[in-house]
């Protein structure tokens, strides 16, 4: 059934858990996700960027949802829109049917450019008061993805600031959360706290604290109402960088998160984490693999078929390590 993203991740606030919130550009990985959440009885969140409207166009990726919630009646499914530029983008998302919208008010309508305060204030309230009256969720961002190390967004073509972002960018601040939430009534909280998108995160193997723990504790101190939502979160499994480059990639040295410090923020209040690069990891290295072993092969759901289970195996491991687990 389709469902709010606040009704959904108030139970994972109740349970302690966290809800992985996957891309969807195409019928694998939404498959993939499905057949994940089937086997490990997990809600699921879909969330779908411009650039999935793009790619699938919006009626077939609406109807790639509800096809979703068709054939797993059982399964409580989020239909969600990431990275929203503007409250036109989010209404027209509301109108298709979304349960929920992320209204990215850290940037302005070019999705580059940092934005200020009172835009992004003005943006999201603007945003909450239409979606609320539709029984829609709304996610906002306060602060900038980016490393910590560098200052980099990260991601080059996609979605993240350009240029050199400052330390106070990088951590979204406690009180002026609680402050933005007073003001906009948003239901989750997009925070930046060490994490970027894409694959290039970090240049080394990641030890320790490497995600800004004790903000997302303090933030999470001070809007405990408030899901906290984790971008960025990819963990760039070193074994798919592994095959991708054994068949023909040139992928090069870079690590994500691991799975151990998005376990800590969850334990902090993050109940959203999203995830892309993973899928998209698994999905490119299962093709590779595919395709050298099979060079007769062209019927494209033999290789197609390879990429379901190779996300599906990520969905899985996901699912059972934030606790997602036995809650639909
Ligand atoms: O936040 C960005 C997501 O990874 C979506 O990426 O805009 O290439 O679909 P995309
Ligand atoms: P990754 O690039 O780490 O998968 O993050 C995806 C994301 O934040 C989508 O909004
Ligand atoms: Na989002
Ligand atoms: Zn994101």
Not at 62 to 79: G, K, Q, S, W
Not at 105 to 125: H, I, Q
Not at 176 to 203: M, N, P, Q, R, W
Request: net charge negative; proline share 5%; aromatic share 6%.
């Amino acid at each position: 059934a389709l469902i709010s993203m606040r009704q959904m991740l108030d139970h994972a606030a109740e349970h302690g858990y966290g809800v992985p919130a996957f891309n969807v550009n195409n019928l694998e990985q939404m498959r993939a996700i499905m057949m994940a959440a089937d086997q490990t009885d997990s809600p699921v969140i879909v969330q779908a960027s411009a650039g999935a409207r793009k790619y699938a166009g919006a009626p077939f990726l609406r109807h790639l949802i509800l096809a979703a919630i068709e054939e797993f009646p059982h399964i409580p499914v989020v239909m969600h829109q990431d990275h929203g530029t503007s409250p036109d983008v989010c209404q027209r998302s509301i109108q298709l049917g979304f349960s929920s919208v992320m209204m990215d008010g850290s940037l302005r309508a070019d999705g580059k450019t940092p934005s200020d305060w009172d835009y992004n204030v003005a943006v999201t309230r603007r945003t909450v008061e239409m979606a609320h009256a539709c029984g829609v969720s709304v996610e906002g961002e306060l602060g900038c993805l980016g490393s910590l190390e560098t200052g980099q967004a990260g991601e080059e073509d996609g979605v993240g600031a350009e240029g050199t972002l400052s330390h106070d960018q990088l951590l979204t601040d406690p009180d002026e959360a609680a402050e933005f939430v007073k003001l906009t009534g948003v239901d989750a909280l997009a925070i930046a706290c060490g994490t970027s998108h894409g694959a290039y995160k970090f240049t080394r193997p990641p030890t320790g604290d490497i995600l800004a723990i004790d903000r997302i504790k303090a933030i999470h101190e001070r809007i405990p109402d408030t899901h906290l939502v984790m971008h960025g979160s990819s963990s760039v499994p070193q074994e798919w960088l592994a095959i991708i480059n054994e068949y023909g990639g040139e992928i090069p040295e870079t690590y994500g998160v691991p799975v151990e410090q998005i376990q800590e923020g969850i334990k902090h209040g993050v109940r959203k984490v999203n995830i892309d690069t993973d899928l998209r990891l698994a999905s490119t290295g299962a093709i590779r693999r595919f395709l050298a072993h099979n060079k007769a092969e062209f019927d494209p759901r033999k290789y197609l078929n390879e990429t379901i289970k190779a996300m599906a195996d990520i969905c899985v491991a996901r699912y059972e390590a934030f606790g997602t687990a036995g809650n639909a």
